[in-house]
């Protein structure tokens, strides 16, 4: 006759069961949160820590959960880390320049002027949301402050000429893409700052004590024939 499982060993795997789903509720937590309309950064940092809370917890009771509670006294080393770093500075001041761009009214004067320019060719409204899209994604560096500038201003006028709402709405989403790629960009920033730590640090691995490091200008100067491809793509289109 076999013996009965040990106590401990159920609970272990009851254990290890419910840290395979840990994940899934810690996503199903941020949506939860997101959506009562809780801003991105304590919904995510505030989730975060909640659980790290329960892991503490769970530890506390004996349970064998991988955590360590010594990993949250490395936090305000890593937020001060984050606020003196000199590549992310560039964030708050791209999307500065967002909100200028929207107040001022200077978008809708650059889409008249270029409506005006281009309004005697065929799909010249088209052209000049392309145009003044890439100017705007030049500026800011935003998605979200491209797309929604130039769905105000632009898809009530598109839809008077005789756009069809799908090549509207998709010439208006497309342009919105450029601020990812077209220089200066935020993606661009903050993919500079990991790609270069990471970089220094495999190099380290190596035993090159001397790393180079991968700046945010060579990140620039790489994405600007890409997204200039693009523009011109989507203006032929």
Known sequence: MGRAPNLSTTRSRNVEALLQFMPLFLFLAICCVLMLGYPVAF?????????AGLGHLMLQMGLPVPFEARMMGAMPNRL?????????????LFVLMGVLLEKSRVAETLLDAMS???????????IAVILVGMLLAASTGIVGATVVTMGLLSLPTMLKRGYSPALATGTICATGTLGQIIPPSIALVLLGDVLSNAYQRAQLAMGVWSPKVVSVGDLFMAALIPGLLLVVAYTLY
Do not use: K
Request: glycine share 22%; proline share 3%.
């Open 43 to 51: 919904a995510l940092g505030g989730t975060a820590l909640i659980f």
């Open 80 to 92: 001060y880390g984050i606020m003196t770093n000199t590549t992310l500075l560039a964030v708050p």
């Open 116 to 126: 005006m320019l281009f309004g005697t060719l065929r799909g010249g409204l088209g």
